[in-house]
């Protein structure tokens, strides 16, 4: 079955507690990218990535960092959380980045 | 400035009533515009609309694509109660490899 896999689905961490949130793909798609969903700011652009070892920032970067060693993955890492990044994360794969991008079921994270 | 804005954000129909979304885009670049629908969790793909493809259709959801007036509509017939949703509208660009969503129209359809 073709899908988008995040884990976690659910946190709640302390600020400053370095957290991943990992990202998995099984249809061999080359561009990945990272959401934010806020109440009344829709869907975000954090970073996304063309193809391996090539990522480029999105709408709000800031906080944020990622890696895609792998095809297949692409994790969101938080070196050192804060409140403003509670929110309701996404990833997001495509064949392409103007192709239709199938979402994981989102990850909800909540920074104390 | 929001490159993507879609109007109303909210809306609340009966059953059976006919409702119109709408997404409008800066000109910029344009490359295509993607219409998803979102219920309790992860978007899901309802349409994609491009220079060369400015109507689709599928059952009682269409959308058209406005390249001059720099905008799509959204339209759903005989809407039912599982029609509820959000509903986003992405575009993308030839300048670049971002996609913009916009704020996404909240369709609560009642019985």
């Known amino acids: 079955e073709a899908q988008v896999t995040q884990n976690p689905r659910y946190l709640i961490t302390v600020t400053g507690k370095k957290l991943t949130v990992t990202c998995s793909q099984n249809m061999n798609h080359e561009y990945m990218s990272w959401y934010r969903q806020d109440p009344g700011l829709g869907l975000r652009q954090i970073y996304y990535s063309m193809n391996v070892e090539v990522t480029d920032k999105g709408d709000v970067p800031e906080g944020y960092k990622v890696s895609r060693k792998e095809k297949r993955n692409f994790p969101l890492i938080l070196e050192s959380p804060s409140p403003n990044q509670t929110s309701l994360y996404f990833c997001?794969?495509?064949?392409?980045?103007?192709?239709?991008?199938?979402f994981g079921d989102g990850t909800r994270l909540s920074i104390l | 400035e929001d490159k993507v804005v879609q109007s109303p954000l909210s809306l609340v129909v009966h059953e059976g009533d006919t409702v119109t979304l709408n997404c409008s885009y800066e000109v910029t670049n344009f490359r295509s515009l993607l219409w998803y629908k979102q219920e309790k969790k992860a978007p899901t793909f309802l349409f994609m609309l491009?220079?060369?493809?400015i109507e689709k259709k599928s059952g009682r959801l269409s959308s058209i694509l406005d390249k001059k007036e720099l905008f799509s509509i959204l339209n759903i017939t005989a809407t039912q109660t599982g029609d509820s949703a959000i509903y986003l509208c992405?575009?993308?660009?030839?300048?670049?490899?971002?996609?913009?969503f916009g704020k996404g129209t909240s369709l609560l359809v009642t019985p």
């Open positions: 997001a794969s495509g064949r392409q980045v103007n192709q239709p991008q199938h």
């Open positions: 491009t220079s060369s493809g």
């Open positions: 992405a575009v993308g660009w030839h300048s670049g490899y971002a996609l913009n």
